[in-house]
């Protein structure tokens, strides 16, 4: 089966920088999907097609890819920010999707 | 507003079977792909299915091939989970989502989300 790994925590202090990865071996071929969680609530698409962001989602959100890596780039965090972060992608034909394990981003 | 909203999940015993609904409102759902998810407790997201806008392209998770059915009913603007010989493991919250559809194309990035029903499989 096709995986995605992501490091299970990252942790910044408000104001800075947080960058949050997500590798896995069809990430060249397929976009990938970022969804925030915050507890007791459902996901909610934060960059789609790696790079694009959704109307509503603030711009101190961004997506990047390289090679086998995306990454999602949260600037300016804020306290609100905190939350899961899940990668999303699918297998090299597209049939099968997948979701990253999650990264729990603290606001310290 | 766009909307989506699950029914159906409850208490059942292990090799039991669950009927999962998802009804949508505010857009044209005969126009979407449309999938499930599931996060058991504690857990992080796992994609369990999805299905093609006319109901002719389904797959599905190796955890619930063979268990598992979807399908839809586009004139009820519905999304059902068939979810039979249910495990202790299946025990999870179930989130119906919508799939990205942009300027004629599709892609599996979920826009709209559920707020999910919750099923426990317990004897």
């Known amino acids: 089966s096709y995986e995605l790994t992501q490091p299970p925590s990252v942790s910044v202090s408000p104001g800075q920088t947080a960058r949050i990865t997500c590798s896995g071996d069809t990430l060249p071929k397929q976009y990938a999907y970022w969804y925030q969680q915050k507890p007791g609530q459902a996901p909610v698409l934060v960059i789609y097609k790696d790079t694009e962001r959704p109307s509503g989602i603030p711009e101190r959100f961004s997506g990047s890819s390289s090679g086998t890596t995306v990454t999602l780039t949260i600037s300016g965090v804020q306290a609100e920010d905190e939350a899961d972060y899940y990668c999303?992608?699918?297998?090299?034909?597209?049939?099968?999707?997948?979701f990253g394990g999650g990264t729990k981003l603290t606001v310290l | 507003q766009v909307q989506l909203v699950e029914s159906g999940g409850g208490l059942v015993k292990p090799g039991g079977s669950l009927r999962l609904s998802c009804a949508a409102s505010g857009f044209a759902f005969s126009d979407y792909y449309m999938s499930w998810i599931r996060q058991a407790p504690g857990k992080g997201l796992e994609w369990v299915s999805y299905?093609?806008?006319?109901?002719?392209?389904?797959n599905y998770a190796d955890s619930v091939k063979g268990r598992f059915t979807i399908s839809r009913d586009n004139a009820k603007k519905s999304l059902y989970l068939q979810m039979n010989s249910l495990r202790a493991e299946d025990m999870a919250i179930y989130y119906c989502?919508?799939?990205?559809?942009?300027?004629?194309?599709?892609?599996?990035?979920?826009?709209?989300w559920g707020q999910g029903t919750t099923v426990t499989v317990s004897s």
């Open positions: 989502a919508r799939a990205l559809y942009i300027t004629g194309a599709y892609y599996y990035g979920l826009d709209v």
């Open positions: 299905i093609s806008s006319l109901g002719d392209t389904i």
């Open positions: 999303q992608s699918a297998d090299s034909i597209g049939t099968l999707w997948v």
